[in-house]
């Protein structure tokens, strides 16, 4: 581009500079030259012939430099063909021009010409001179529009950034990230992740990387939104940004969805991989932007902080984790590049805890990193390892971008709730796992939720609400289960920065600090929060003057055995007290203070065996936790507390075997509790006295009509018994007597007045359904790890539209009664019953008339599905059966019955060891359409099957598929492309292929072209 604007302009001087050498010589002849006259007349004189011609070459000039500026304000665009060509021809004339005059010059000074014959050689030179320079002229004109053309994009733009293939953590994403793109897995990926995390960092290495420029024709890198916004930029912006990248020639239009068109029609075809960095927002790239759909191979990838963006906008996400403690070191060591500071073991001892406390935040370790590489010596890195580890203000080196690009993140929450929320997470000491539902309880009792009704249910689905949105923005990271949050230390320390320039928040945060003593009684007035967890403290004030404190974390305090009797008298606006693993013996009377207490937790003190009288004191109580306390039984007192909603408590039984005489649980207690929404209850003892709590227990809840959620604890595995969701109940009950009892003492009082349920009978592997299509039902039974069947089992069953029995060791068959109630079941699934011989005996009536999906699985001492006659009407909505691991099993299909599964169009039979037929040969005699809808049959590992049927003129009118495995024994195939027409793909194994017989090779060529063989 550079060497083409030099020849231009070398060009441009040359036709100047002969210009003035026409004008010279014109000036010393005489007129012989009219130009208005013929211009094939050259009997006038030469003056005015020359300054004609140099008004034209000055003409021609000035043309040439206004083309000249052009190019050079247009440096994104080469010049055209037709340009440079143009530019050429004007060189030849100046070159022409100048021989011309000069000989002109020569033959006057020699007397040869003193005026120009017509038909003289210099005339006619300077007649075709002169036709040229107006052609060039005329020429100019018509190549305004044709100047340029855009020029080719370079495929990558390479940007700078930090090498991560060193870095396992990041690079193992990257590498992730690089087999996307490769596949078809996804096309859309989304890398997610807090501030200051990582994400653009793998991007930026991302596009540097010689596999991506091998893979796509060109790679588009487009930052979304600018540092400190809330939004993505503008959608001009963004086009301009893609416009300038592709190198289009858009003229100066400014109608966005015109420019949207020509995007469009640039990248169409192309492979390219577009990387959008720092996505705020959806953004449509189709129809705003005009990026086209990738479905030739194209991909793009975008990174975010913000959850939501993701599902709109990506098939696939990447969460950014955290530096490893190696990946921290090397990477902190990359940053200082000190190897001789580091050679010190002192100082390299210190680095490494310097590192440590930046826990795994990339952009972290690089801002402190660079802080401390200018401590040269053991005492500097001392000094600064001590004030990072009391973190150092917010305006100090390495720690201000950090705070900023955080900060931002909190003025981005907007709405006063949030953010309140927000900061009362820096109440619980770094590095806690947050349980999920105390938090929500917490929020609630200190009405951030948006109403003073405490803890309702439409304040915790709004909490529900809230803790998403501080998950999605990355403020909040998911804990160690689903139930469980995490606050990640820096994000806890900007919130305590934050908390200390809001004089009206008045937090006071000494956690994790040994603390043996508590802060000076005066330091507790007039402060809103105090968070003293975590520590060893030995004692507390006596009387503290609180009359603003509404939460109080004393939590992991295990040193303090005694709190002084009149420690809560002047807190009398407190709503949340957290005494939780603390080694308290009693509470004091000053408790009874705490009116509007709401939450109280007294989870595992181990000390503390009961609760005194005065408890009742604290009406506005709405949670209560004494789980793993000395607190045995439900605490009598508790009855009074009649605003309670969530309760949680630990039975455990003592060494004496008769329970009753050794502990009183107190069950009736419970239902006194009318508002009661909720309670867990942990149970340490053997499972047969488990029963015994659990029937106790729904007997009292079945009462409270704004019950919804009741927890067990079995050997630390939380088990949901009750869950009443949307109007779904969901119960795992270890009996069916249990059940029966709940729902007649429940206001549903019937089963059949239950519009949606979940019924688990054992507990044991009974949490999730196993019947494949479960979701398309919504009443739902399924019997686990029962001895025995009976009366109550009818019930559930009559009202019942999907079953499952499951690991029952001892039904051989389903009782008449148990069918009869099944005439609403349409999927039924029976595994692991090791004593069952068939499901349904003898009958003279009607049975399964509405089935239409049966899975048989595991059951080595089945003979039969069916003992006897089918009766017309029976089985009559059958479309799957499937038959797996059934070792005794000879026939399929009970006598005459086939007749009646016209529906089926799903057969699958495997590792049915004994059968040796599919259908047999009695039920095919005159009837050639036995399976009319069958579409899908599958036979897999049956060692023994020698047919599928002796009779080859069966027809399989609708049969598509066929897939067959281990089947060793079956040397025939009775399809072929007049019985089976609609059969479109077989599978099978080469080795059995190749043995079977074939009755013509027409039919064995027809059936190869559907095959997939392994």
Known sequence: MAGTIAVVGAISSAVGATAGVVQAVSQGKPVFWDPLTNEDDFTGNVEEFLDDLNEKLQKLGFTRKEFENKVQRNKMNAPSETYMAWIGKVGNVDNQVKNLVAEYKKQSKEGILSWFPPCSDISEDMKKMYKKVMNLLHESNLIGDKMFVDQLPEPVVKRRGPDIKNFGTLGKQMTEI?????????????????????????????????????MFDIVIWLTVSKEGSRKNLERENLQRAIVERLKLNVGGTRNADEVAERILMELKGKKYLLLLDDVKEYLDLHEKIGIPDCNNGSKIVLTTRLRQVCPSMVDKVIKVAYLSIGDSW??????????????????????????????????????????????????????????????????????REMY??????????????????????????????????YLLECWAAEDFLGNDDGL??????????????????????????????????????????????????????????????????????????????????????????????????????????????????????????????????????SLSTLIGLKVLYLNNCKHLVELPSHIVELVHLEALDILGSGINNIPPHIENLIWLRRLRVSFSKCGNENVSQCVHFNYNIISKLSRLEEMVIDVKSPEAWSNDVVENIIKEVATLTKFRSLKFCFSNKLVDVIRLDSQNLRIHIPEATILRSFIENSSWGNVQNINFFEFYIGFQNSEHPQLPNFDEYVKY??????????????????AADAFELVNNKNIRQLSD?????????????????????????????????????????????????????????????????VLTNCQMLVNIFPPGAIQQLGEIDYLKIEKCQEIEEIIEESDAVGNWNVLPKLKKLILLDMPKLRNICLIDSLKWPSLEKLEISKCQSLHTLLFNKNNAAQLKCIKAEQVWWDSLEWQNDEVRQHLKELCTLR
């Open 456 to 589: 309702t249910k439409k304040s915790l689905m709004f909490g529900h609400h809230i803790l998403g949105h501080l998950k999605n923005v990355s403020l909040l990271e998911e804990g160690e289960s689903e139930n469980h949050v995490t606050m990640h230390k820096f994000i806890r320390q900007v919130a305590i920065y934050i908390l200390e320039d809001d004089h009206e928040s008045n937090y006071m945060v000494e956690t994790s600090k040994a603390l043996r003593e508590p802060p000076d009684v005066e330091c507790w007035s007039e402060k809103n929060r105090i968070s003293l967890g975590d520590n060893k403290l030995e004692q507390l004030p006596d009387s503290p003057n609180c009359g603003m404190l509404s939460t109080l974390f004393l939590q992991k305090n295990l040193s303090l055995k005694t709190i002084p009797i009149s420690f809560f008298s002047h807190m009398k606006e407190l709503r949340v007290l957290d005494l939780s693993h603390t080694g308290i013996i009693l509470l004091p009377s």
């Open 178 to 214: 690089l087999g996307f793109l490769k596949s078809s897995k996804a096309n859309k990926i989304g890398i997610q992740g807090t501030v200051g995390i990582g994400k653009t960092t793998i991007m930026l290495n991302l596009n540097n990387h010689e596999q991506v420029a091998k």
């Open 781 to 798: 039974v399924k019997y686990c790890e029962i001895t025995g069947s009976g009366c109550p089992i009818l019930k559930f069953l009559d």
């Open 330 to 399: 090397k990477m902190f060591q990359n940053v200082l590049d000190s190897p001789k500071l580091m050679e010190n073991p002192n100082i390299r001892k210190l680095a490494r805890r310097v590192c440590k406390e930046c826990s795994g935040l990339p952009l972290l370790i690089e801002k402190v990193a660079n802080t401390f590489k200018l401590k040269n010596n053991e005492f500097l890195w001392s000094d600064g390892l001590n004030s990072w580890r009391m973190w150092p203000e917010k305006e100090s080196q390495g720690i």
């Open 404 to 437: 900023k690009l955080l900060k931002f993140c909190y003025d981005d929450l907007d709405d006063d709730h949030y953010k309140k929320c927000f900061l009362y997470g820096a109440l619980y000491p770094e590095d806690s796992v947050i349980n999920r539902e």
């Open 817 to 881: 009664s148990e069918i009869a109630s099944m005439n609403g079941i349409q999927s039924c699934l029976i595994e692991s019953c090791d004593a069952i011989e068939t499901i349904v005996g003898t009958v003279n009536s009607v049975v399964l008339p509405n089935l239409e999906h049966l899975y048989m699985k595991n059951l080595p001492k089945l003979e039969s599905i069916w003992k006897g006659c089918v009766q017309p009407g029976s089985l009559t909505k059958l479309t799957t059966l």
